[in-house]
């Protein structure tokens, strides 16, 4: 694997990098967050985006929301719908989303999606929740993290309505390009993490080659997903330099060429500060 660029004086006129989605309240992250982000910057990884998913990790964002170099976003999981299954519960979960939007300064709504992965709720409960939350993004102005497991189809029936007005992240996205530009013209970035940095992984390294560079931002999902060579728990942001890398190998230009276009695309997504 390419190794990082050793300082930023070897990096003149490079931007640095933006890890785009990492869960930094869960372990074992959260045990020193002045270390991970140390060893982030080590690897010119300046800032990251943080989405909390339910009303606990809504709770442990207020650190986050006082260091300019992280980003929050809230949003209700889908790994939460089965919590909600009635009309009025959701409403409720909605209300209190969206006061706790108007308290922050987030990023993007998120993450927020549909998931056929798991068992404790189907669509019937999930798909509801994501089409109030893609227009209360909407509404506000607001990007989306969106998550998808299983229901692709099912996700860009619901973004359908809102195209034009709709813009946002497919996060940890590991199929292939025609599925991806699919959902970039229906208004979306695709995150690339880890999954293209296993050399057998055809699927989305053949999306990192084929999809447009300028509709494509990195992230690594840390703690939840592993890189190669890298299991899940031991991800960090610092690993975002390392799918860099394998995106830079994958389409054959320098890792400089790679950090200035996707941290500008996520800059102009997020509309997130320059450092
Ligand atoms: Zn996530």
Redesign the pocket.
């Known amino acids: 694997m390419p190794s990082a660029p050793k300082s930023s004086s070897d990096r003149e006129g490079v931007s640095s990098l933006i890890d785009t ?3 930094l309240y869960m372990t074992p992250l959260d045990k020193d967050l002045k270390a991970v982000q140390a060893r982030a910057k080590a690897r010119d990884v300046a800032q990251i985006i943080v ?1 909390a ?1 339910d009303q606990a990790s809504w709770d442990l964002m207020a650190p986050y929301e006082m260091d300019p170099d992280l980003h929050t976003a809230y949003g209700i ?1 889908p790994w939460l719908a089965h919590e909600m299954p009635e009309a009025a519960q959701r409403d409720e979960a909605m209300a209190a989303l969206g006061v706790r939007l108007d308290k922050t300064s987030p990023v993007a709504l998120g ?1 927020i999606g549909l998931d056929t992965k798991i068992e404790t709720s189907g669509l019937v409960e999930q798909l509801p929740l994501l089409e109030a939350q893609l227009q209360m993004a909407v509404e506000r102005g607001l990007p989306v ?1 969106l ?1 998808c497991r299983g229901a692709f189809e099912e996700m860009l029936k619901a973004l359908e309505p809102h195209q034009g007005k709709i813009c946002g992240v497919l ?2 996205f590991s199929r292939g390009p025609d599925l991806g530009n699919r959902f970039i013209e229906a208004g979306l970035h695709i995150a690339l993490g880890g999954s293209i940095t296993r050399p057998t992984a055809k699927r989305p390294r053949k999306s990192a080659l084929r999809l447009p560079l300028e509709r494509i931002v990195l992230e690594t ?1 840390a703690p ?1 997903i592993g890189l190669h060579g890298v299991f899940p728990a031991e991800a960090e942001p610092a690993h975002v330099a390392d799918v860099a890398a394998a995106l830079a190998q994958i389409r054959d230009r320098s890792i400089g060429h790679i950090a200035n276009v996707t941290t500008a695309n996520a800059r102009e997504l997020f509309n997130l500060p320059c450092e």
């Open positions: 989605h990492c869960h989405p998913y999981h993450e993290i998550h996060h940890a999902d939840s």
